[in-house]
């Protein structure tokens, strides 16, 4: 069935430096990305999403990343602050709605 | 994005008992979903809430134990029927503002003793 993988499990960064978490599809059919973050307690937070028409989308110090090929897409943050620090998921959808989401990665900023 | 809510935020329930959460959005929303998120886990799809016609339940999610309505376009509940511990998550609702875009509630964090 449909699947989203998502690597690393955890990460720790120093403040400043950066981080990249990779997520990769199974459904060809997807072509919606989106990201959250989760921080402890709180419900997830859309942060950055993509389309499958576009390569790349930047938000200031997020990054999103779209190999539609290799069926696999990314998160960038760099400049890493404490307040980064969190879980984030990525998920896929083919525009039916039903996100299948990534099994999230744990960021720790470490100052 | 739109402002939602949920109700209760959270619970400690008996087994064998039923708990119904609700979910509230400030403005009219085609879709309304219902996911489970098991402690330290992934989000999972319950099901999706139908405006005027039953759930749509994904593949292991019944309807006799997660029963939701959704009688308008603002509002939705999700019941948890004959609770055991395993049912212990947090449950949240989102919403679908756009074509692709979810926001989610705040969660309703269940216990079941």
């Known amino acids: 069935g449909e699947n989203v993988e998502q690597h690393p499990s955890t990460l720790s960064v120093q403040e400043g430096d950066s981080a990249v978490i990779k997520c990769t599809y199974s459904d060809s059919a997807s072509n919606y990305f989106p990201w959250y973050k989760q921080e402890l307690g709180k419900r997830p937070q859309l942060i950055i999403d993509i389309r499958s028409n576009v390569g790349e989308k930047k938000d200031q110090r997020i990054a999103v990343t779209l190999n539609k090929t290799a069926k696999h897409f990314s998160l960038h943050i760099t400049e890493t602050q404490p307040e980064d620090s969190a879980v984030y998921f990525c998920?896929?959808?083919?525009?039916?709605?039903?996100?299948?989401f990534g099994t999230g990665t744990r960021l720790k900023v470490l100052a | 994005s739109a402002v939602i809510s949920q109700k209760p935020s959270r619970d400690i329930c008996q087994r064998g008992t039923s708990l119904t959460i609700q979910c509230q959005v400030d403005?009219?929303?085609?879709?309304m979903f219902w996911y489970r998120q098991q402690p330290g886990q992934s989000l999972t799809l319950i099901a999706t809430?139908?405006?005027?016609?039953?759930?749509?339940?994904e593949s292991g999610f019944v309807i006799d134990k997660f029963p939701i309505s959704r009688p308008n376009l603002t509002f939705s509940t999700l019941t948890v029927s004959n609770m055991s511990p395993e049912d212990s998550s947090i449950y949240l609702c989102?919403?679908?503002?756009?074509?692709?875009?979810?926001?989610f509630g705040p969660g309703t964090r269940l216990t079941v003793t």
């Open positions: 403005s009219q929303v085609t879709m």
């Open positions: 809430a139908n405006q005027g016609s039953e759930a749509t339940y």
């Open positions: 989102s919403v679908a503002i756009s074509s692709y875009e979810q926001y």
């Open positions: 998920a896929a959808t083919s525009g039916t709605y039903k996100y299948i």
